[in-house]
């Protein structure tokens, strides 16, 4: 059990840490945004890079923070039935839920979106506008990101798996 324990503390501090740099993103985003707006409104010089910068920042952000809100319980969810059912039957529900919906999911995304990184990164793709952003760092990123996702199922699994072993809830 201590093993698991580590294992879970782990995987858990690891997305814990990029959750929160991830979440830093927002910030840079907010001045793209708020630059654009007084270049645009202000000054009525539009640019032609802040529009794909921002949607970079955000996919990046969007899909870096996946794995920590699963770890803080942020995805949607619904517990009508499943809160009256006892502490070792929900974990059973989640282990099961977990193996036939979410594994092949994320782990298909994983590992299709390696190979549309490794295509872009061997062309060195950029996007089709004048600015030419590098579309191979955000292709980068969603495996990353599902890469995280992944993980952080392992770890919830593993929580559960305590739950049926000790009979409570995994509280680090």
Same mark, same amino acid.
């Given at each position: 059990m201590?093993?698991?324990?580590?294992i879970?503390?782990?995987?858990?501090?690891?997305?814990?840490?990029?959750?929160?740099?991830?979440?830093?993103?927002?910030?840079?985003?907010?001045?793209?945004i708020? +630059?654009?707006?007084?270049s645009r409104r202000?000054f009525?010089?539009?640019?032609i890079w802040t529009?794909?910068?921002?949607?970079?920042?955000?996919?990046f952000?969007?899909m870096?923070?996946?794995?920590?809100?699963?770890? $803080?319980?942020?995805?949607?969810?619904?517990d009508?039935l499943?809160?009256?059912?006892?502490?070792?039957? $929900?974990?059973?529900?989640?282990?099961?839920?977990y193996?036939?919906?979410? +594994?092949?999911?994320?782990?298909?995304v994983?590992?299709v979106s390696?190979?549309?990184? $490794?295509?872009?990164?061997?062309v060195?793709?950029?996007?089709?506008?004048?600015f030419?952003?590098?579309?191979?760092l955000?292709?980068t990123?969603?495996?990353?990101?599902?890469?995280?996702l992944?993980l $952080?199922?392992?770890?919830e699994?593993l929580?559960?798996v305590?739950?049926l072993?000790?009979?409570?809830?995994?509280?680090?």
């Amino acid at each position: 059990m201590e093993n698991i324990s580590k294992i879970i503390k782990v995987i858990d501090s690891i997305n814990s840490w990029v959750g929160k740099i991830g979440a830093w993103s927002i910030v840079a985003l907010t001045l793209l945004i708020v +630059f654009e707006v007084i270049s645009r409104r202000v000054f009525n010089s539009p640019t032609i890079w802040t529009y794909e910068m921002i949607t970079m920042t955000f996919s990046f952000h969007f899909m870096i923070v996946g794995g920590y809100a699963l770890l $803080q319980k942020s995805l949607v969810s619904v517990d009508v039935l499943y809160n009256r059912l006892s502490l070792k039957v $929900q974990a059973i529900m989640d282990i099961i839920t977990y193996f036939i919906l979410f +594994f092949p999911f994320i782990l298909g995304v994983f590992f299709v979106s390696i190979g549309n990184a $490794q295509e872009s990164w061997a062309v060195m793709e950029t996007s089709s506008s004048l600015f030419g952003a590098p579309v191979y760092l955000t292709k980068t990123v969603i495996p990353v990101a599902f890469g995280l996702l992944s993980l $952080q199922g392992i770890s919830e699994v593993l929580k559960r798996v305590l739950v049926l072993m000790k009979g409570e809830t995994y509280n680090g």
